[in-house]
């Protein structure tokens, strides 16, 4: 994220303008994105965005990095109850859609195959360290880290707002959320579980 302006009438106006471009960004992608909007949205001007972020592309990039530190500060990894981890970052994509929505962006306008984030930018080292430490300890299923990471991660997103089968929302009844965190559990439990076969 680039440096936040030391005043706080400067401060107010760029978190107005991540507010508004987050928003912009997740609901339109990168290139359907417009700056006018944004900077209307935020009641500043392109001059100033442009002074803060440099381009459109810098803005996004500034914005879905901080969504990635957001979610790994939010829902930070247990990787001796990967089940729980699953069952918090379900309950993240219902109450910020838009964190998806902008990786789901990020996957089709920046990155299509690989890593969703350059090296330097990853998030993930100490989620990794906690799987490959979780293993060693007998608790986790051998098998590459980054793997088992992955599919957690997959199975938390089963109803995200990017699924390709059906989209949570938060305004479901509460009874819903629970069965599908109650099944999300077990069947990340079981996946994840070490193989216990002589």
């Known amino acids: 994220m680039p440096d936040q302006p030391s005043s706080s009438r400067g401060a107010a106006t760029y978190q107005r303008i991540i507010d508004a471009a987050t928003e912009e960004f997740a609901q339109y992608g990168i290139a359907g994105a417009r700056i006018e909007r944004i900077t209307t949205a935020a009641r500043t001007n392109k001059a100033q965005l442009y002074g803060y972020f440099g381009n459109k592309e810098q803005l996004f990039d500034a914005i879905f990095l901080a969504s990635l530190e957001r979610i790994t500060n939010v829902v930070p990894i247990d990787a001796g109850d990967l089940a ?47 799987v490959a430490e979780a293993q060693a300890a007998g608790r986790v299923r051998q098998g590459d880290p980054f793997d088992i990471m992955a599919m957690v991660i997959a199975m938390s997103m089963a109803w995200s707002p990017v699924s390709n089968v059906y989209a949570a929302s938060a305004e479901e009844p509460a009874s819903t959320h629970q069965q599908r965190r109650t099944l999300l559990r077990d069947s990340v439990h079981r996946a994840v579980a070490p193989d216990t076969a002589p």
Do not use: C, F, M, Q
């Open 84 to 130: 729980d981890w699953a069952v918090r970052l379900y309950d993240e994509y219902l109450n910020r859609p838009d964190l998806i929505r902008l990786a789901t962006w990020a996957r089709l306008e920046r990155r299509p195959s690989g890593h969703l984030v350059a090296d330097h930018d990853r998030y993930d080292d100490r989620k990794l360290r906690a």
